[in-house]
Structures are given as structure tokens and as C-alpha cells.
């Protein structure tokens, strides 16, 4: 019976940090699938969100799905005796099954959200005259040699200590004195921001069936976290509409029910009001999204089509979503996607000939990351690239 | 830890009739226990997916979902850990348990191949590839890590570890019998022809892809060092694959038969022993068989039957001898042929599940019953069939490389009735198999209607073709 010093032979620690490593690098390559993930968009306060990490396996030649096995217990033949994705639970048998176990990764959402944001930017974003607000921020941009321990610049002062050993002929670190340490000093700056309003636009009618509406939050969802981390401050404002629009809190936005018909008409109305009077366009950067099913009330359409090119004069951009998909199966990647045209409200908007009216359609829940991708493309105005942009955040 | 006691435990498994390799016993914290769990033995080769397994097991420990009693290496001298948090009526137990498996590594004819050097050879194969880490980087060593591991069950244990290449091209004579079975009559006629041997690599479908890869990909000589080092420690590791049930079965068995034999438990350890002992056979989950499980209660069920056949003078030999002989000869595929009764089978209410559609899991086709798993078979042979099906060929599908063609390496999927290959996965490890060749990977293989398909993995991606 001997007792070994073990610490010196760890090997797990830095092998687990480098799969760490590459969990992260795959949920990078799979944001496309994670976007509309579940558990992240209803994470709501929670630091820490589970993703079920079905592509960090090790690939090696396999039996598709047997979904057979031995078992024990009463039941007669032909019971069932469970659904799929229910056979591991509380099994601790370990990996006589290639590939069974799902891996669940853990990460903040914060980290999450700018992995999935880092590229996106609000488009043509403009400094308008009036109403600049000047913000204060702070980097370190210099060094010297008094300061707080908590500012010590590590790699400056070793080098102020191997440079004043290297001048006595004896180039090592070691032997700290007070005159190597260096120390980062901050200094503030002022920055300028540009003013964006930002309309967020759901339609809630019957049509939009809860895995619609999932879809549409999922955007909407991102959007916001997008807003929040990239940008100080925006004006949001969050209208649902069906055959009416209203301007709703932002919570109960995220958790609106639906029925009635559809008139777009009447989002478009209000957003267009609440522009004139609120956010007038020589002022503020304006932006309009909005998703629905295009399920629109025929005679709609050409209001509609009215609404949104007078709209488009007052905002900066107007972002058109649809979501085309014709049933769960299809919706959920499976091989063939429905294809259907796309809804007579589009084929009315369609026809606006502008460049910043942008249209992108979601047949499955990968695409909701392309939508971002589409409407928040970074395409800089003429000369004007001020990243942040103020306002006081308000809803509804 | 009185060593008394110990020494009585393990002369009892001698006095039983186990032969084991010496052990020696390592008593370890949690933290460790899971590393050398995660790694299977205590200083190996640094690989990622080791530390996604030892995180895993550590949290596991943690929060009481799952301990790990004790680890015990497969080499001559045996090392077993056991846990710094044992008991000590559980360290005699797991003592017990570790004879068991010893005498099992030294005896059962599966492990008569293995290296019983290995604690010692992986701590060499550890400092290699640290070593090539150091110089060629550790993104290029682990990914090809990562190919390798992605094939190293594909071996071929008949032909073994060390092989010698295949022969070069030359022609031979060779004898033949210009009859059949002349010979029995005493009309013996020789012939001689002339055979080309070597003309074509592999001169037969090749199993053993590593292997294979190793003599022939264009890869540089550390490369193949890599490979045949991960080869070396599949080959070490599949009989402990193809033996599970039976070795687990034979150490517990074992444990319970010394520990009860043991006199000088006091009453309250005698009863901690009990509370241990039915955790380790505890059935299990409703969808999975403990193999612990399983294994014991067949050994207990083989020796009582065979006893009564012994006194009814039906059988030559005890119990006890019967079980003997099961260890030294038998793999978890032929026990379980072999020895698993449908009395035994409706006794631990045992049954094979599967989907109940119709149509198969595979291809677009989706009904209600796709998601569900029903009860399909209590019979013994379906049973058992469920049990031994992922068990052969180191689980994973039969597929061996069948010819070299103008520089592209075709490989075959041997049709078996375990379905179709999971599509994605195969794309990936064809890839790999790319990177590695360098030339295109064509796979003959079947899809889930059970036609022919053949999958051409090249420099452009994947084709699937007829």
C-alpha cells in the first residue's frame, strides 16, 4: 500500500482546458444551429446556459441510429418503454454504445452572445447634427512608474527588470526592486454617438403558429442582446400587430399570444407615426424589422406597399422577414425544406426599388442566423463610421 | 489500513484456486481515481477527449452520481488504486475484486496477447508525443491523434500486434494435389505450379487499417510512430472490450465468494459489506444491463446447474471447475451463447427493445412509431442476439481496405444485418482517411434499403455514387 505524490503527474487538467478549447471553437462553427436553440433564448437571468453538443464526438465509422439494445423489467412485448432522446437518462453505464452520450457544454450567455454578434454592426449608420452626445470612456494608454498593484503592467516590468540586469551583465529576472515595476494609466476620452431608434415588429395573427412565432422572437431575441452589447443605448420599440398594432413592453413582447387576422398596414402606421413625432429622420438613425408569415390581408398589400416606401424615407433601413416553412419536420432541418413561393405581401413589397428595403426568408431555424447576417451586414454610410450609438433605452 | 487483513484476503483468492500476477495497491484521491479512469491507465499519451471524459467523471464524483471504487491495470505486476475514501471493509472487497480481475488477465486466453509491460510502455508512448508536440506543434499532433482514433478499432486481432509486411512481388512454386482427398486413398499426385505472390496490395481484404496505413501512406516516419502507437494501445485495450460482462461477472463473483469465506468481518462490517456488495449488482438501468449484473448472476447460475448435474454424475466436473474453465476460455460473445438460459432470461426479466416502425430507422420516411422504443423480445435468442450485437468486431462495422486502384484507396463495408453506416460520421472519417492517403477514399458501403453505395471522399468533399 503506497501513497504517490499524484500532483506531479497531472496530465487530465490541461487536457480537459484544451478540450474547453475546442468546445468553444465548435459552438463558433455551429452558431448557425445554436441560434434558435431553445434553452438559450428562454435562459432568461440565467448566467450559464447548457448546449447540448451533439458535433464535439469523435468521428470514426458507425451504425446509424440502431436504437436497439437489452433491457430489464416488467412490460409486455410491444410496450413502449421509452421515446427517443429519454434512453440515456440516469444511465451510468459508460460507452458500450458508440456515440450515445450528448455532451452538454456550459457557457455564459454573455460569451455566447458575442460569438454570435462580433461581426454584426447597425447598417449605414450616420452622424446626425443635432442631439450628439459625447460618452466618456476609458482606456490605458499609458505607463509609468507609480501606481496601483492592480494596474501593474506584467510584461513592461519584466523587461524593466531584465534590461536593468542585462546592464550590469547579467541578463535574468529575478530580484524585483521598486524601480521595474510599471504601471498602466488610464486616461478618459470622449466619444461621440450617433442616435438609432430601432422598431421591432411582430405580426401575432392566428397564422403565426407557435413554432412561428419562435422563429420570430429568436430574431427578435438576438437583436436585442445585439443592440445591447454593441451599442450604449438604443430606442427600441416593440409593436405586435395582428389586424391591429400596438406598442407593447418588451417583456410582453417575448411572451405574446396570437390570434386574429393580418393587416401589416397598421404596423407600419404606427411605426411610421412614432418616427414622425418621435425620431425625426435629420436627427436619428432609424431602423424597422419586421417578421411575419406574409399570411396578409389581400387588399392590405398595397397599403402596405404605400407604408413601407414612405417609410423608408424617414429610416435609415426597413428589414422585411418571412417565415416560410411547411411543417415541423421540414422546419427542423430535416432533408427537404418546403419550398414554397414567397407571399403575395412580399411580391407587393418586392417591387420597391431600394436598396436598404431588405427581404429574407426562413424556411428553418438555421436561417435565422443568416437573417442577422443580411440585415446587420456592416455597410458603413459615406465617410461616417462612429461605432456606438446613444439614446436612453425606453419601451413602448 | 491493517495489512493483516489484507494478506488473509488475498491468501483466501490463492487458497480458492485464483492465480493472479503480484499487485500492488495504490490508495489515490477522487481527482486521481477519475483521471486514471478517464485515461485507462495512469500515464498516457495527451489526447483532448481524454479530458472532456475525465471533466465528466469528475463532476460525476463530485455530486455522488457515480464512485469509482477502484481501477485495476491489466500488467504484470498488477497496479490497482484504490480510493482515499474507502472504507476499509470496501478496501477488502475491492481487494478481492482486483484478484478476481488479475487472475482473470492472466488466465483468460483473450489477454494471452496482451502486454503485461503496458503501465510502463504508455509512459514511453506519453513522452513521445509530448515530445512531437514539441516540435511539430500540438494542432498537428492531435488531429492526427484524432485520425487515428477515428480507425483504431479496426484491427485485426487473428493476425495481431506485430505483423511482418506483406511479401514482394515473386513468383513461387508451390505443390498442389492434383486431386482431392487422393491422399486418403494413398494415390498421392503432386503437381507444380508457379504462383505469383505480392502482385497486388493488400493480397487480401486488409482489416487492419492502421496497420495498413503505416506501411503504405505517404506520411513522414514520426507519423507513423503516432499511428503505431495508438494502434498498440487499441490492441492492448480490446480484450478488456470483448470481455466485460465475464470479467466483471468473474471479479465479483469472486469478491462475494472471499469476502463471505472471510471469518474475522466484524457484524457491522459484515453488513456494510452487504450494502456494497448489492451496489455493485444492482440491475441497473431499465435500458442498459449492468454487466457486473449480469455477468454474476450467470456465473452463480452456471455453477448451481452444473452442480446438480455434477451429483446427478451427468457432469465430469464441479461447479466450481465449470467456472474455472469458462474464465480461461471464454469472451463475453461466446459466454452469453453459451451460458445464457431462458430460464436465466425470464428470471432477471430480461428483454430486447427496438423502434417499432415498420419501416426501419433509416431513410426519410418518418411515422409516430419512429420515436418510440418498444419491448420487441423476451426469447432467449433475441436476447442474447441484442446483447452480443454490439459486441463484435470492437463495436464497431466491419469495413476493410479491398484494393488499391490507380493510387485511390477502396475500402469495403461488409454488409451485416446492423444497418446502414451513420452518413455524417462516415464523411468525416473518409476525410481523415484523406488527409492521411492523399489520394481519393472511395467506401463501398449500403444504404438502409440495402443498396449498393459507394461514398468517393476527395480533394473536392464527398460523392455518393452507385
Redesign the interface.
Known amino acids: 500500500?503506497?501513497?504517490?505524490p499524484?500532483d506531479l503527474?497531472?496530465?487530465?487538467?490541461?487536457?480537459?482546458?484544451?478540450?474547453?478549447k475546442?468546445v468553444k471553437e465548435a459552438i463558433r462553427q455551429n452558431l448557425k444551429e445554436l441560434i434558435a436553440e431553445e434553452n438559450i433564448i428562454t435562459a432568461e437571468g440565467k448566467k450559464l446556459v447548457k448546449i447540448p453538443l451533439r458535433y464535439?464526438?469523435?468521428?470514426?465509422?458507425?451504425?446509424?441510429?440502431?436504437?436497439?439494445?437489452?433491457?430489464?423489467?416488467?412490460?409486455?412485448?410491444?410496450?413502449?418503454?421509452?421515446?427517443?432522446?429519454e434512453?440515456n437518462e440516469?444511465?451510468?453505464?459508460p460507452g458500450?454504445?458508440?456515440?450515445e452520450q450528448v455532451?452538454e457544454a456550459e457557457i455564459a450567455v454573455e460569451e455566447l452572445a458575442h460569438m454570435m454578434l462580433e461581426d454584426l454592426a447597425l447598417p449605414w449608420l450616420e452622424d446626425k447634427e443635432a442631439q450628439q452626445i459625447t460618452t466618456h470612456t476609458y482606456d490605458f494608454d499609458d505607463v509609468r512608474r507609480k501606481g496601483s498593484m492592480a494596474h501593474l503592467d506584467k510584461k513592461r516590468t519584466l523587461l524593466e527588470n531584465l534590461k536593468r540586469h542585462a546592464a550590469h551583465k547579467e541578463p535574468k529576472v529575478g530580484a524585483f526592486r521598486d524601480a521595474d515595476l510599471r504601471f498602466k494609466v488610464w486616461s478618459a476620452h470622449e466619444e461621440y454617438h450617433s442616435n438609432a431608434a430601432v422598431y421591432l415588429l411582430m405580426d401575432r395573427s392566428g397564422s403565426m403558429t407557435t413554432e412561428k412565432k419562435y422563429i420570430a422572437k429568436s430574431f427578435f431575441f438576438w437583436l436585442v442582446r445585439f443592440l445591447r452589447l454593441k451599442y450604449q443605448t438604443v430606442d427600441m420599440l416593440f409593436i405586435a400587430h395582428d389586424t391591429e398594432a400596438q406598442v407593447v413592453p418588451e417583456q410582453d413582447f417575448f411572451t405574446i399570444s396570437n390570434n386574429g387576422g393580418t393587416m401589416c398596414s397598421s404596423a407600419y402606421r404606427i411605426a411610421l407615426e412614432h418616427i414622425q413625432q418621435t425620431h425625426p429622420h435629420a436627427r436619428w438613425n432609424n431602423y424597422v424589422f419586421h417578421f411575419s408569415d406574409g399570411d396578409n390581408w389581400h387588399d392590405d398589400n398595397s397599403h402596405c406597399r404605400a407604408l413601407v416606401t414612405q417609410l423608408l424615407d424617414h429610416t435609415t433601413m426597413v428589414g422585411y422577414g418571412e417565415i416560410r416553412y411547411q411543417d415541423e419536420?421540414s422546419f427542423y432541418g430535416?432533408?427537404?425544406a418546403y419550398n414554397s413561393s414567397w407571399s403575395t405581401l412580399h411580391q407587393e413589397l418586392s417591387t420597391i426599388p431600394h436598396q436598404r428595403f431588405m427581404t429574407v426568408a426562413i424556411k428553418q431555424k438555421a436561417d435565422v442566423y443568416q437573417a442577422l447576417q443580411t440585415f446587420l451586414a456592416r455597410n458603413e454610410a459615406g465617410g461616417v463610421s462612429s461605432g456606438l450609438v446613444n439614446v436612453a433605452l425606453r419601451t413602448g | 489500513?491493517e495489512?493483516l487483513r489484507?494478506l488473509e484476503i488475498r491468501e483466501l483468492a490463492q487458497r480458492s484456486g485464483l492465480d493472479f500476477f503480484d499487485v500492488?495497491?495504490?490508495?489515490?484521491?477522487q481527482d486521481?481515481m477519475?483521471?486514471i479512469a478517464?485515461?485507462g491507465l495512469?500515464?498516457?499519451a495527451?489526447?483532448?477527449?481524454?479530458?472532456?471524459v475525465?471533466?465528466?467523471q469528475r463532476v460525476?464524483g463530485q455530486m455522488g452520481?457515480?464512485k469509482i471504487y477502484e481501477i485495476v491495470l491489466n500488467n504484470d505486476p498488477g497496479y490497482a488504486f484504490l480510493l482515499d475514501t474507502n472504507s476499509e471493509v470496501a478496501n477488502l472487497l475491492v481487494a478481492a475484486h482486483v484478484y478476481g480481475h488479475s487472475d482473470f488477465f492472466k488466465q483468460n486466453v483473450y489477454f494471452s496477447p496482451t502486454n503485461r509491460n503496458m503501465v510502463n510502455v504508455a509512459v514511453e508512448h506519453?513522452l513521445r508525443i509530448d515530445e512531437y508536440i514539441d516540435r511539430y506543434g500540438?494542432d498537428r499532433v492531435?488531429r492526427l491523434m484524432?485520425i487515428a482514433?477515428?480507425?483504431d478499432?479496426?484491427i485485426d486481432v487473428h493476425k495481431g500486434l506485430v505483423r511482418k509486411p506483406y511479401p514482394t512481388r515473386q513468383v513461387v512454386e508451390r505443390e498442389r494435389r492434383t486431386q482431392t482427398y487422393a491422399d486418403i486413398f494413398g494415390e498421392e499426385d503432386f503437381a507444380l505450379t508457379k504462383v505469383v505472390v505480392g502482385d497486388t496490395i493488400p493480397p487480401h481484404p486488409e482489416k487492419d487499417l492502421l496497420w495498413f496505413l503505416v506501411q503504405y501512406a505517404p506520411i513522414e516516419p514520426w507519423e507513423r510512430d503516432v499511428l503505431e502507437i495508438i494502434r498498440e494501445e487499441s490492441y492492448y485495450f480490446h480484450p478488456q472490450f470483448e470481455t466485460?460482462i465475464l470479467n466483471e461477472g468473474w471479479a465479483t463473483y469472486w469478491h462475494a465468494e472471499i469476502l463471505h469465506q472471510y471469518a474475522k468481518l466484524s457484524p457491522s462490517e459484515t453488513i456494510d459489506f452487504g450494502v456494497l456488495h448489492a451496489g455493485v449488482v444492482n440491475?441497473?438501468?431499465?435500458?442498459?444491463?449492468?454487466?457486473y449484473y449480469l455477468g454474476y448472476r450467470m456465473l452463480v447460475d452456471v455453477e448451481r446447474r452444473t452442480d446438480q448435474l455434477y451429483k446427478a454424475g451427468k457432469s465430469a466436473i464441479s461447479g466450481r471447475e465449470k467456472l474455472f474453465e469458462i474464465r480461461t476460455q471464454e469472451n463475453d460473445i461466446s459466454f452469453l451463447q453459451n451460458y445464457l438460459t431462458q430460464e436465466l432470461v425470464e428470471e432477471?426479466?430480461?428483454?430486447?427493445?427496438?423502434?417499432?416502425c415498420e419501416h426501419g430507422?433509416?431513410g426519410?420516411k418518418?411515422c409516430q412509431k419512429?420515436?418510440?422504443?418498444?419491448?420487441?423480445?423476451?426469447r432467449l435468442e433475441d436476447?442474447v442476439y441484442?446483447?452480443v450485437?454490439?459486441r463484435y468486431n470492437y463495436?464497431?462495422?466491419r469495413?476493410v481496405i479491398a484494393n488499391v486502384n490507380d493510387g485511390s484507396l477502396w475500402l469495403e463495408?461488409e454488409p451485416t444485418d446492423?444497418?446502414?453506416?451513420?452518413?455524417k460520421?462516415?464523411e468525416?472519417?473518409l476525410e481523415?482517411l484523406h488527409e492521411l492517403w492523399k489520394r481519393p477514399v472511395r467506401l463501398k458501403t449500403f444504404n438502409?434499403q440495402r443498396e449498393t453505395t459507394a461514398l468517393t471522399y476527395s480533394a473536392s468533399g464527398m460523392q455518393i455514387g452507385k
Open positions: 500500500m503506497t501513497e504517490v499524484w503527474r497531472r496530465r487530465a487538467l490541461k487536457d480537459s482546458i484544451r478540450h474547453d475546442r464535439l464526438d469523435q468521428y470514426r465509422f458507425r451504425f446509424g441510429e440502431m436504437g436497439s439494445g437489452t433491457g430489464q423489467g416488467k412490460g409486455h412485448v410491444g410496450e413502449v418503454i421509452a421515446r427517443d432522446g434512453r440516469g444511465s451510468e453505464q458500450d454504445q458508440p456515440g455532451y419536420a430535416g432533408a427537404h | 489500513m495489512s489484507f500492488i495497491f495504490e490508495v489515490v484521491p486521481i477519475s483521471e478517464a485515461y495512469p500515464t498516457r495527451r489526447h483532448w477527449s481524454y479530458g472532456k475525465y471533466i465528466r460525476h452520481l457515480s506519453a500540438l492531435e484524432d482514433f477515428a480507425i478499432r479496426h466485460k440491475p441497473g438501468h431499465p435500458m442498459s444491463v449492468n454487466p432477471l426479466g430480461l428483454f430486447a427493445y427496438g423502434h417499432a430507422p433509416q426519410q418518418r419512429c420515436g418510440e422504443l418498444t419491448i420487441q423480445s423476451r436476447v441484442s446483447l450485437a454490439p463495436g464497431a462495422p469495413i463495408h446492423l444497418g446502414p453506416l451513420d452518413l460520421y462516415a468525416k472519417t481523415y438502409g
